[in-house]
């Protein structure tokens, strides 16, 4: 059921591989709540074709930019006033990539080239966008930036290595920035600190089919999946959230604020005491 959250909004999307990604299914939502929006991504992964199912999908054009480089940012947002026709409301930065998770390489042994080219593209990338929206004056008072994270950022996941770090910056960046914006623009800037969700970028990560059980035995509620991250976003970019900035919030089913679930206890063996 749509509420028209959006209705005459205008948006920029990042991260859109497959229609498993998160971004796609936030993509449909935002169409269905009456917005218009650029698709974005790199220009690698344009390559494998499926975002034109959705630009055609969502009356989309696709603009495709290197998040980590600012002169392709600049197109992008300079192209997507001139697409949308005014000033953006909302940004969805879904944008995440480590080349140690990818080789596998535990995190005691991380390497640099590959830590710093992973904080570049799924951490700084949120900065230069920012940046540049800023420069160009590109986003609408009390307009919406909504960045994805994992609480591997608050507590310790053996296998989510330099991710970890990488994405505590993220956060730290959008409290940051999310100050400097604010003052001056009212601009709003959160990070959504997801479930795990069986993406590319989600299962590219050692053991994840067994964590994914985990947090789903955990969470009251169950691990949220991507269709209620799109849902949770959408209210993010809309009006009615127009006083939340700064935060880093839980959309995980309640896993965050549980220390152990009795399903994880009858797993272990352990009995129920009265
Ligand atoms: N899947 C999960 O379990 C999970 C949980 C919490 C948070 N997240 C976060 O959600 C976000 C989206 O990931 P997803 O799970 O939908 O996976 P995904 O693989 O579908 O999306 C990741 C996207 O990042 C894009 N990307 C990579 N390098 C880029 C670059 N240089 N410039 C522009 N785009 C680039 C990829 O092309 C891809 O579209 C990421 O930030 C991820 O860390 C995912």
Known sequence: MAYNLLKGKRGIITGALDENSIAWKVAEKAHEEGATFVLTNAPIAMRMGEIKVLAEKTGSEIIPADATNVDDLTNLFTKSQEVLGGKIDFVLHSIGMSVNIRKKIPYTESNYDYFMKGIDVSAMSLHKMLSVARKLDAINEWGSVVALTYMAAQRTYPFYTDMADIKAM????????????????????????????????????????????????????????????????????????????????????GYSSTGISMDVMERLGVEEQS
């Open 170 to 253: 993220l956060e730290s960046i959008a409290r940051s920035f999310g100050y400097h914006y604010g003052v001056e623009k009212k601009v709003r800037i959160n990070t959504v600190s997801q479930s795990p969700t069986k993406t590319t970028a989600g299962s590219g990560i050692k053991g994840f089919g067994d964590f994914f059980d985990f947090a789903n035995a955990i969470a009251p509620l169950g691990n949220a999946d991507a269709e209620s991250c799109a849902n949770y976003c959408v209210t993010l970019f809309s009006d009615l959230t127009k006083m939340v900035t700064m935060q880093n919030l839980f959309h995980d089913g």
